[in-house]
């Protein structure tokens, strides 16, 4: 079951702060955040294990609580690059490896306006 | 950035023809994706593979079938195309706990 993202879209000027949600309803092993501009592919951004830590990556970090299934992208000081759709990838929890399949979110599509 | 190519990148084909979708990879990775991306369904698993000859349904494979020879080539045929298989096709590769990496993607339009 697809995770649910939130919000589905959000407007920011330069210098503000975002955050983005990824909620599931299975046991996850890891979540994994992405983003992706117009016409291009997917980038990854970061990679969350299970065991509630936090990464960083610039000015973007992100969080999982392993027992919610959440998972929340944080965006500081925007910046006019940082436009994109954001997406959250979730690997579910099995007995045995899941080989690193990813199902996807949405998508979150920000705007940051100068 | 990750080697990976997608080839073609862009395709028209009538349908009822076959079609088969490359991708490239010079990262040695172990696994490798293809994903499908249509407006209001995000990024969908159509078939991966966990090694040469290993492969396995994901979550939207009907119609589609893949191959695995070598380790650096991942093969998605589309047996007989159909309109609803207008897509934008994402190959991808991992590493597991270092993420996963996208191919630039091929734009297939089936008329």
């Known amino acids: 079951q697809q995770p649910v993202q939130s919000p589905q879209a959000v407007i920011l000027r330069e210098g503000e702060d975002a955050v983005i949600n990824c909620s599931s309803s299975?046991?996850?092993?890891?979540v994994h955040w992405y983003r992706q501009k117009h016409g291009e592919a997917p980038v990854f951004l970061m990679i969350?294990?299970?065991?509630?830590e936090q990464k960083g990556h610039e000015k973007i970090s992100a969080s999982f609580n392993e027992k919610k299934q959440q998972s929340s992208l944080y965006l500081t000081a925007s910046q006019l690059s940082y436009s994109g759709t954001y997406f959250c990838?979730?690997?579910?929890?099995?007995?045995?490896?899941?080989?690193?399949?990813?199902?996807f979110g949405q998508g979150t599509i920000l705007t940051v306006h100068p | 950035d990750a080697g990976i190519t997608q080839s073609p990148r862009h395709k028209v084909t009538e349908t009822g023809t076959p079609v088969t979708l490359r991708c490239h990879q010079t990262e040695n990775h172990r696994y490798m994706y293809w994903y499908r991306q249509d407006p209001g369904h995000g990024l969908r698993l159509i078939h991966y593979?966990?090694?040469?000859?290993?492969?396995d349904k994901g979550e939207v494979s009907d119609g589609y079938s893949v191959s695995r020879s070598k380790t650096e080539d991942f093969l998605l045929t589309l047996e007989s195309a159909t309109s609803s298989q207008t897509s934008v096709y994402f190959c991808?590769?991992?590493?597991?706990?270092?993420?996963?990496?996208f191919g630039p993607g091929t734009r297939l339009t089936v008329t």
């Open positions: 969350l294990l299970k065991g509630g």
């Open positions: 299975k046991a996850l092993y890891s």
């Open positions: 593979s966990y090694g040469v000859k290993d492969t």
């Open positions: 991808a590769i991992s590493g597991l706990t270092s993420g996963s990496y």
């Open positions: 990838g979730t690997e579910a929890s099995a007995g045995g490896t899941s080989y690193g399949k990813l199902t």
